[in-house]
């Protein structure tokens, strides 16, 4: 024990001062003076034997080691040597140890002459390039210095110092120390990082990696096959020959490997694949299970060669196993939100995340990095409120795949819900999307009213899976029940139903929703012509399962009105008033009458005017037929509510429309039975004849005006009997210019004064609008109208320069 | 141009022939709604004169006649309770 502690001081002591070179034997240990001689010159002979001189690598390769240590040099060299050896050479820790002499003077040979031959390659950082060329002639030359330093105790010391230790072990020995002494002299860092590059190119071009080379990889595919493989195991061996395989080159591998695996997953897998369209995590794991643990154990036996460490490989797998498929999940979360809204190619991703968010981590990962997204992607003033509900649709399916207890959905959609809560025009959005009537096989394009994903879900919805939900708390039967999820949050709520349109009713509060649906089917029945009102029963049936029966007793009565007034159309038809006033109405239009009850019904509009002759006529008969049949009862007529077909018959043509009211009184003024003249009329003479408001008769003559009935000039409206006279009726008129194009002009010009003229009055009518629209709307109304976008765009920055226009953000406008 | 009327859609509202905002006197909703247990106003819960001129929705007066407490008076004015069938004026 004492004798060890004294050696390990004695090697400490040494290596922090080093004994000189001329390191010899002390005297006093040997004895008697003339032994002592005779020790002095055996040493003397042994050393310069052994001397290595400053000889350099060329020498001793031109030359051959046997001329360099030929016995014949030095014949008494064994004779020395066994003296030596007699007087304890062998023994360790002896300060007289020829070995250790031997060992200094390499280190001195080895700083002199081979140092500066290395570090002039190493004296800069490798290029990556040459990194593989550069260890390449490392170990070269080291393996042939290694050599040199070996050669004569080999063959000639080694043989005669066997009586005393086994030469396995004294070149074992020496052989440590060479090592050290390399890897002591040498820049091991930048050799490292030399070899990490190796490694991890090698890597990348056996899982080819690298993205120009498009084939996708085969996970059976043996990577020991491979050459640059090959070159790189010989590397590895070739460094383990001369001491450069230990600790710092295990760190090299490590992280080259470490980088492969990213460089893997992600530079090959996801960045080829940014929608998700392939599910990932199973060809990952075959190659987390097949391919990589191949080339790390067969890199691993090549740098130490102990058996156990492929053992031990096969027990990390599982934890590369999780490193990849972590990886892999937290480079697909960061594109959750694309998968969402791509979802119908996206499921490969989705499948990849849900496979990632096994733990309580990762799942916490996912929410924190979706919320993130969702806030700069959605959540802000720039989205249509159409976009986040769609998006809204969106992330409820998704998350239903991923996580089906609502846990993380839960999570996830609340910032969403706080953020829609502050769109005042949510509710109204959720409620037209819900009564949107969708044809089959078209499709749904989103208005800035009406979100086509919902109306697509409740569409695809079973009227009879709209069920009320049993109160699961309170249903002490339940055997299916189950705990909430271990990560809920308190306040928690397991989904009542796990339908998309559920959560949506859950967006909103309410007190906005009951007041918004209230207000949307007051305006809704009025408008739509019969029908069975499918999509309103449905909508109320959802509501009610939601808010309740008493909250919506309102809109059930407003649904019910409707049929009521079907019910009571039919008696009131038959009564003698009805009859008499119907007789007398020419034409007998079908006419029909919503009565609806005052009470229940939202603020309906007021507006009092003075309807057709004969469909007053048609409503007084009904109004005392009503009376005969309900007693006790007062209609009052709501004249402004209701649609009406109207046909024009004109000179060349029909127009048939179905519109409001207010609008069918209007067009309705301007009928003539026998006069040929067309009929003329100002909004301020309508506004009188009519009792009407001049906003109402405004907007009837536009609408009018709009589909080539009436013509407007200087305030007048008048009718348009007949197309072809409308091309001559003047030059302040927009169609005057269907005329054709004179002939010999040979190259139409985009910037003609009519062309101005219906882009000004286009935008005096539409404010900002964007040049495709405006390109758009002139080919609509101008069937000579031939340019395409670019010429209009000419013309548009023309009158820009002519500072009549500006454009503020792609929307053109009229500069004020 | 000859405008020619294909199929006119009115709307009207129907009230009952009571002063506005007028209540009825046991459930204190107005007339035009429904009593407290009704959903659908109109011929569901029609109304219900008395000879005294007191008007009230149908179930209300019901329910008060039949307590034992009301010995068959109207609500209003202690007077018998007596319905009057109203006819249309014409």
Not at chain 1, 113 to 131: D, F, M, T
Not at chain 2, 21 to 47: F, Q
Request: one cysteine or more; glycine letters at 6%.
């Amino acid at each position: 024990m004492g004798e060890h502690v004294r050696n390990m001081e004695q090697t400490i002591f040494q290596s922090v001062f080093p004994p000189s070179f001329e390191l010899r034997p002390s005297p006093e240990s040997i004895g008697s003076p003339s032994a002592q001689a005779e020790y002095m010159d055996a040493w003397s002979t042994a050393t310069r034997f052994l001397e290595l001189g400053d000889i350099s690598l060329g020498a001793v390769e031109s030359l051959g080691y046997a001329a360099r240590w030929n016995s014949d040099r030095f014949p008494d060299f064994e004779a020395a040597l066994q003296t030596l050896t007699s007087h304890g050479l062998g023994s360790n820790q002896d300060e007289g140890n020829l070995i250790e002499w031997y060992c200094f003077e390499v280190k001195r040979h080895f700083v002199t002459v081979i140092r500066p031959i290395l570090e002039s390659e190493w004296q800069l950082n490798v290029p990556c390039g040459e990194a593989f060329t550069v260890l390449k002639r490392t170990v070269t030359i080291l393996t042939a210095a290694k050599d040199l330093y070996m050669y004569p105790l080999l063959i000639h010391v080694f043989p005669i110092m066997d009586t005393y230790m086994s030469t396995n072990d004294a070149r074992q020995k020496v052989e440590n120390r060479l090592h050290a002494i390399f890897s002591h002299h040498l820049p091991t860092k930048r050799i490292y990082d030399a070899l990490g590059f190796v490694m991890y190119s090698t890597g990348c071009e056996v899982f080819r990696t690298f993205r120009d080379h498009g084939q996708p990889l085969l996970s059976d595919y043996d990577p020991v096959r491979n050459e640059s493989f090959q070159h790189m195991s010989e590397l590895v061996h070739g460094l383990r020959e001369v001491g450069l395989a230990g600790r710092g080159a295990q760190v090299a591998f490590a992280r080259a490997m470490d980088k492969l695996m990213g460089e893997f997953v992600i530079g090959q897998w996801v960045e080829s694949d940014p929608y998700g369209q392939r599910h990932m995590t199973p060809a990952l794991i075959r190659w987390i299970e097949g391919a990589f643990p191949t080339f790390m154990k067969q890199v691993l036996v090549n740098m130490a060669d102990g058996s156990n460490i492929v053992s031990e490989t096969d027990q990390e797998i599982v934890k590369w196993h999780e490193m990849a498929v972590a990886r892999l999940g937290k480079a697909r979360v960061k594109s959750l939100f694309d998968f969402i809204t791509h979802l119908d190619v996206s499921t490969g991703g989705l499948m990849d995340i849900k496979d990632y968010i096994a733990t309580p981590a990762t799942r916490s990962q996912l929410t924190a990095s979706f919320s993130q997204q969702l806030s700069t992607r959605l959540l802000h003033a720039g989205t249509a409120t159409t976009r986040i509900l769609d998006v809204y649709i969106y992330i409820v399916r998704a998350f239903k795949v991923l996580d089906p207890k609502g846990v993380l959905l839960d999570r996830i959609t609340r910032p969403v819900r706080r953020y829609v809560r502050d769109r005042n025009d949510a509710a109204r959005v959720i409620i037209w999307s819900l009564l949107a009537e969708v044809n089959h096989g078209a499709p749904l394009e989103s208005t800035p009213t009406m979100s086509s994903e919902i109306a697509r879900e409740i569409n695809s919805l079973e009227l009879e899976t709209v069920a009320i939900a049993p109160v699961e708390d309170v249903d002490w039967d339940n055997m299916t029940w189950m705990p909430d999820p271990i990560d809920a949050t308190p306040d928690y709520k397991k989904p009542a139903s796990e339908d998309v349109i559920m959560h949506l009713l859950g967006l909103c509060e309410r007190e906005v929703f009951i007041d918004e649906v209230k207000s949307i089917l007051g305006e809704h029945l009025l408008r739509v012509e019969g029908g069975q009102f499918i999509n309103e029963t449905r909508l109320l049936k959802l509501f009610t399962a939601r808010f309740g029966a008493d909250k919506l007793q309102a809109c059930e009565v407003m649904l019910k009105d409707m049929e009521t007034s079907r019910k009571l159309t039919w008696p009131i038809v038959r009564t003698e008033a009805y009859r008499a006033a119907s007789r007398s109405t020419p034409g007998r239009p079908r006419f029909k009458t919503h009565i609806v009850s005052s009470f229940f019904w939202p603020q309906l509009l007021q507006e009092v005017f003075d309807i057709p002759q004969p469909v007053d006529r048609l409503c007084k008969g009904f109004e005392q037929g009503f009376k005969k049949v309900k007693p006790n009862r007062r209609l009052k007529w709501l004249p402004a509510l209701g649609r009406v077909t109207v046909e024009l018959e004109l000179k060349d043509r029909r127009v048939e429309e179905e519109v409001p009211t207010w609008n069918a009184t209007v067009i309705n003024a301007f009928g003539s039975t026998n006069s040929t003249a067309p009929v003329s009329y100002t909004v301020e003479q309508l506004a009188e004849d009519l009792s009407m408001k001049p906003f109402f008769v405004r907007a009837a003559l536009t609408f009018w005006a709009a589909k080539n009935v009436l013509y407007e000039r200087n305030g007048t409206f008048t009718v348009i009997e007949s197309l072809n006279d409308y091309g001559n009726l003047g030059p302040s008129q927009p169609v005057q210019s269907v005329q054709p194009a004179e002939p010999e002009e040979e190259k139409p010009n985009v910037d003609t004064p009519v062309h101005r003229q219906m882009i000004l009055a286009m935008l005096t009518n539409h404010g900002g609008l964007p040049i495709e629209r405006i390109h758009m709307m002139l080919k609509v109304v101008l069937p000579t109208f031939t340019f395409d976008a670019d010429e209009l765009g000419h013309l548009l920055v023309t009158m820009i320069g002519d500072e009549i226009l500006v454009n503020q953000g792609g929307l053109f406008s009229l500069k004020r | 141009m000859k405008v020619n009327i294909k199929s006119w859609t009115a709307v009207a509202a129907w009230r009952w022939d009571m002063p506005e905002d007028d209540v009825c006197g046991i459930c204190r909703s107005p007339y035009d709604s429904t009593c407290s247990k009704c959903k659908y106003p109109g011929d569901e819960c029609p109304l219900l004169w008395g000879e005294c001129n007191h008007c009230f929705h149908a179930h209300c007066i019901f329910v008060w006649i039949r307590a034992e407490t009301s010995h068959g008076r109207c609500p209003m004015c202690r007077q018998e309770w007596k319905i009057v069938a109203k006819v249309s004026q014409d």
